[in-house]
């Protein structure tokens, strides 16, 4: 099984702030990662797609770059309704599709 | 719009069955394949079966394999999970996820594009 480590699993910031969240996988899976956004009691809600492609709809400020074992999701200036946790998922090897831990990110 | 509603949670003892159903509307559902996901409290996503457009190809998660069928009734919209031999650490929220793909030449991309908003499953004695 492919597996997911995000670091850090929990970040502090203030609003304003440049964000960056990374996910690393055990073995190779060129750009087949997703990043989702969930908030309390919420259903995630899709941001990046094929690594760095923006689902519609997604401010700019969210980027997501990388291909192989290691990706990076970017906030450029954090806003108030970002504070959330935040999963990346590899779409590499189905049927065994995996997320990341998470990385909650919260209010300075 | 696309919608995804869940129903059929609740509490169940161990070694108990549940039956979850998945409503869809807002787009043509028998042309997606859909899967399930699930969310222990507190912890984070577990992806626990795949269902293609066609219902030709199911996949299952090891955790949940021989215990869980997956189904779906694409006159009705309708997604379904029967859940059987449920032991504790079956508690969580579960998710109905819809499947997108983004073909490019030869390959495509999938991902997750819409969840419904989830139904909690407590098995607990």
């Known amino acids: 099984d492919i597996q997911l480590t995000q670091s850090p699993s929990f970040l502090s910031a203030s609003v304003g702030d440049r964000v960056t969240i990374t996910c690393r996988a055990s073995q190779g899976i060129s750009s087949y990662l997703a990043w989702y956004q969930q908030k309390p009691g919420k259903a995630p809600k899709l941001l990046i797609y094929a690594a760095s492609t923006l689902q519609s709809g997604v401010p700019s400020r969210f980027s997501g770059s990388g291909s192989g074992t290691e990706f990076t999701l970017t906030i450029s200036s954090l806003q108030p309704e970002d504070f959330a946790t935040y999963y990346c998922?590899?779409?590499?090897?189905?049927?065994?599709?995996?997320f990341g831990g998470g990385t909650k990110v919260e209010i300075k | 719009e696309v919608q995804l509603v869940e129903s059929g949670g609740g509490l169940v003892q161990p070694g108990g069955s549940l039956r979850l159903s998945c409503a869809a509307s807002?787009?043509?559902?028998?042309?997606?394949?859909m899967n399930w996901v699930r969310q222990a409290p507190g912890k984070g996503l577990e992806w626990v079966s795949y269902i293609s457009s066609s219902s030709s190809t199911i996949y299952y998660a090891d955790s949940v394999k021989g215990r869980f069928t997956i189904s779906r009734d694409n006159a009705k919209n309708s997604l379904y999970l029967q859940m059987n031999s449920l032991r504790d650490e079956d508690t969580a929220v579960y998710y109905c996820?819809?499947?997108?793909?983004?073909?490019?030449?030869?390959?495509?991309?999938?991902?997750?594009?819409?969840w419904g908003q989830g139904t909690l499953v407590t098995v607990s004695s």
């Open positions: 996820a819809r499947e997108f793909r983004d073909y490019y030449g030869s390959g495509s991309y999938s991902t997750f594009d819409y």
């Open positions: 807002g787009f043509t559902f028998s042309s997606y394949s």
């Open positions: 998922q590899q779409l590499n090897s189905y049927p065994l599709l995996t």
